[in-house]
């Protein structure tokens, strides 16, 4: 059973860079699952902030983030990772990981919402303040 674990959050000011982390155990992500890293601030909704395809190809990334977040995914070490640059203050909120499984490709298109992805991590807290 695919278990993911996030890691690489903190307290970073505004303009800082982070990088976070998802390990995947139990199952091998390329060629299998597209990733998903979504966010939740308090007393907002979960929203999806960056995707990437099965085999890495493909990128897909929140208006809100573009420019700043970057996906990328290390098959070797069956893990994917968010660099995220130019840090606001509304990026704070508790960042998950979460896995569709995609084995033929045909969900890269609509896989975009919270309850298209199956596993999840546990999430990991990202607070940006001066």
């Known amino acids: 059973q695919l278990q993911l674990v996030e890691s690489g959050g903190g307290l970073v000011q505004p303009g800082g860079s982070l990088r976070l982390s998802c390990a995947a155990s139990?199952?091998?992500?390329?060629?299998?699952?597209?990733i998903g890293w979504f966010r939740q601030a308090p007393g907002k909704e979960r929203e999806g902030v960056s995707f990437i395809s099965r085999r890495g190809k493909r990128t897909d990334y929140a208006d809100s983030v573009k420019g700043r977040f970057t996906i990328s995914r290390d098959n070797a070490k069956n893990t994917v990772y968010l660099q995220m640059n130019s840090l606001k203050p509304e990026d704070t909120a508790v960042y998950y990981c979460?896995?569709?499984?995609?084995?033929?490709?045909?969900?890269?298109?609509?896989?975009?919402?919270?309850?298209?992805?199956?596993?999840w991590g546990q999430g990991t807290q990202l607070t940006v303040s001066s």
């Open positions: 139990g199952a091998t992500l390329n060629d299998n699952y597209i």
């Open positions: 979460a896995a569709r499984r995609d084995p033929f490709g045909g969900y890269w298109a609509t896989a975009r919402r919270p309850a298209d992805f199956g596993s």
